[in-house]
């Protein structure tokens, strides 16, 4: 792993504690973030994985305890299909929880995802700037940032072997792949990285085999290039997905919740 990289992991019993352990952990950081700059930040992943995770933001105790009018929802990665299609991950979220949320209308920014593609992420890449008030010189900081893994080894939209979204100073870029095959946006290693919290969500037993590859061979795998500047990647696994890994890894952290 990269050197200066901890990986925390935790294992939830089943699907239900994982989304429990999601929404409690995004509720902390939320609830810290706002202390200590008035606002949260997040960007959320796409995928059936976090599904039961953002239901649950939108029930009690979560859709009180967080602080909601002071948090900003971005993407990491979006397919360019038009928002009701099934295949869009911020149509998805808006089915799922964002219209049950008391949140703002401006405080969600979801990728434009009916625009050409260079364009669209020249546009979202601009949406950054203008939130987080910095140039291109000076990655944004998200204060949590929620990944999943395909069963290749991707993650966001960073496939095994295109180095797109990795050698770039860019934030947001176009590439293509993935299920469905079709133009996608990511956020760029360069801002995943910069995140103050680096989240693995992943559920089931078909990620499994990709789990264990990932968190001990040496891979090149995408999951593997983030190295966060502050260190920390928090996997919070269901025990489906944790069921190839050894009881104790070295270096890692491993709790059971
Ligand atoms: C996307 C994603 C992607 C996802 C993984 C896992 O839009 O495709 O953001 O990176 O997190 O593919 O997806 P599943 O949870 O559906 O397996």
């Known amino acids: 792993m990269t050197a200066n990289r901890k990986d925390r992991i935790i294992v939830a019993a ?10 409690d952990l995004f509720r902390r950081i939320a609830i810290e973030s706002v202390a200590r700059s008035g606002r949260f930040s997040v960007a959320l992943s796409g995928g ?5 995770f953002h239901r649950l933001l939108a029930d009690e105790p979560y859709r009180s305890e967080i602080p909601w009018a002071q948090t900003h929802i971005f993407w990491v990665d979006e397919r360019l299909v038009p928002p009701d299609d099934p295949a869009s991950n911020f149509g998805m979220a808006r089915k799922d929880f964002l ?3 008391p949140i703002q209308h401006s405080h969600v920014h979801p990728m434009g995802s009916e625009k050409p593609p260079r364009r669209a992420a020249d546009d979202y890449q601009q949406t950054l700037e ?38 770039t100073d860019r934030w947001v ?13 990511t956020l760029t290693l360069a801002v995943l990285e910069r995140a103050r919290c680096v989240l693995f969500v992943v559920s089931g037993r078909q990620k499994a085999a990709i789990v264990r590859t990932i968190l001990i061979d040496d891979t090149a795998l995408p ?4 190295a966060p500047d502050r260190g920390i990647v928090t996997w919070l696994l269901d025990r489906e997905a944790a069921y190839l890994l050894p009881a104790s890894l070295d270096g890692v952290d491993h709790a059971i919740v």
């Open 173 to 185: 870029v176009t590439v293509a792949g993935g299920s469905p095959n079709v133009a996608r946006l």
């Open 130 to 167: 203008t939130y987080f008030g910095v140039d291109a010189t000076n990655a944004p900081v998200f204060d949590l940032v929620v990944l999943g893994i395909g069963i290749d080894g991707h993650t966001a939209s960073i496939f095994p072997g295109d180095r797109t979204a990795v050698e």
């Open 99 to 101: 219209t049950r949320l």
């Open 14 to 23: 089943n699907i239900e504690r994982l989304a429990s352990a999601s929404a």
């Open 48 to 52: 059936s994985s976090p599904r039961p």
């Open 223 to 226: 999951p593997r290039q983030i």
